[in-house]
């Protein structure tokens, strides 16, 4: 059974910093895509960031280029989100997905992530940015 379980979510100031962390098992873990996306109430889920299953290769959107990283390691079969600087307006339940391992060069060639390509999800952890 693909379980994936997200953990790192929490409340933190605005310019503050948070790491999330998204634990995967029942597949392959080293030879597929994982993404993050969040959903702000009231709004629809977007793609945050994706990084690729061979090479390493990323995508970000552009909303947090320069402020967010993503990692993967594949001997604890995790994805790491660090997320510094962050704003109000990314208060969110944030989610971990499993792609196909093309889904990161289809993200940088279409500049969005589409969650249609991502075919197992967590649960959601909730970040909330507020002074």
């Known amino acids: 059974e693909v379980q994936l379980v997200e953990s790192g979510g929490g409340f933190v100031l605005p310019g503050g910093s948070l790491r999330l962390s998204c634990a995967a098992s029942?597949?392959?873990?080293?030879?597929?895509?994982i993404g993050w996306f969040r959903q702000a109430p009231g709004k629809e889920r977007e793609g945050v960031s994706c990084?690729?299953?061979?090479?390493?290769?990323?995508y970000y959107a552009d909303s947090v280029k320069g402020r967010f990283t993503i990692s993967r390691d594949n001997a604890r079969n995790t994805v790491y989100l660090q997320m510094n600087s962050l704003k109000p307006e990314e208060t969110a339940v944030y989610y971990c997905?499993?792609?196909?391992?093309?889904?990161?060069?289809?993200?940088?060639?279409?500049?969005?992530?589409?969650?249609?390509?991502?075919?197992?999800w967590g649960q959601g952890t909730q970040v909330t940015v507020s002074s």
């Open positions: 997905a499993v792609a196909h391992p093309g889904a990161v060069t289809t993200a940088q060639g279409l500049g969005v992530m589409e969650d249609y390509e991502y075919d197992y």
């Open positions: 990084i690729s299953s061979s090479d390493g290769s990323t």
């Open positions: 029942g597949f392959a873990f080293a030879d597929y895509a």
